[in-house]
């Protein structure tokens, strides 16, 4: 943010002992945040106080992409029946190290969710929660993998979303608006072709199926830096599907599903 950037400027001419005695004057009313990206512990505070604490002991659980293992070891901290996680190849190395310390049973998938077959995703079965976070805005087909982890819930269940937006002038932010960034992907990351703001998020929600999106409040504590920058909620399945369709003002099609198209 400009005012941040602005005081670390000003803090930086300072003599050293006048920086480190206003450093630790902070530290006293803020402290340092737990890990580096905070906002996912409230973020899983918030899961437990809308669902009910025990609400996920005894089901099945999936984390698309778990990163660090940190959400991971949150997660089999509610005693699900099984933990099952899907992450790249190229990320093998990483979950290594922490896979062992999960403290529930759990399953590991080396794979890309949008490019498993038919036969992998019926295989994967339903879950009671599906936490995706830090994963959407690297997926150029942004509304058939929320489609995707919509059918993965039962009924019921819970999806805990979290994503980079859009980042430009206001009257941008609060519409419903995706910026492409190809052939030169956002910030040369190679995945990153897509920023949508969070309506227009919230519209793919609602079009695959989730009628109760719940916007998450996770950044406050420790992220406020990220309020503008990125998006959380919490979606409850209502329904067996309740996702809407198009062609269907004749009333003599079949019903296409938003984001079901092979």
């Not at 930086?12 to 006048?18: E, F, H, I, M």
């Not at 512990?41 to 609400?55: N, Q």
Request: overall charge positive; glycine content about 6%.
């Amino acid at each position: 943010m400009p005012t941040q950037k602005l005081t670390s400027e000003i803090l930086a001419r300072l003599p050293d002992s006048l920086q480190q005695t206003i450093k630790r004057i902070y530290r006293r009313f803020f402290p340092a945040p737990p890990e580096a990206l905070a906002y996912r512990i409230e973020l899983f505070a918030e899961l437990a106080a809308l669902a009910g604490p025990e609400a996920f002991q005894k089901t099945r659980a999936l984390e698309i992409g778990p990163r660090d293992g940190l959400d991971s070891k949150r997660l089999a901290s509610m005693a699900p029946a099984e933990l099952v996680m899907i992450d790249l190849p190229e990320k093998r190395a990483v979950n290594e190290v922490w896979l062992k310390e999960l403290s529930c049973p759990h399953k590991y998938i080396e794979a890309n969710l949008m490019y498993m077959s038919g036969a992998e995703h019926d295989a994967l079965g339903q879950f009671r929660l599906v936490w995706c976070t830090g994963v959407l805005y690297h997926n150029a087909e942004q509304m058939r993998l929320l489609r995707k982890l919509y059918r993965l819930l039962e009924p019921g269940g819970y999806l805990v979303l979290e994503s980079a937006t859009l980042r430009a002038a206001r009257r941008l932010r609060d519409g419903c608006f995706v910026e492409i960034h190809y052939p030169e992907t956002y910030r040369n990351t190679g995945t990153v072709t897509h920023l949508p703001t969070r309506g227009a998020i919230r519209a793919w929600l609602k079009m695959v199926g989730f009628q109760e999106i719940h916007d998450s409040k996770c950044y406050r504590r420790y992220n406020r830096d990220l309020t503008d920058q990125r998006y959380a909620c919490l979606c409850r399945k209502t329904d067996q599907d309740d996702a809407d369709g198009y062609y269907q003002k004749s009333g003599l099609n079949p019903m296409y599903r938003f984001g079901d198209s092979a």
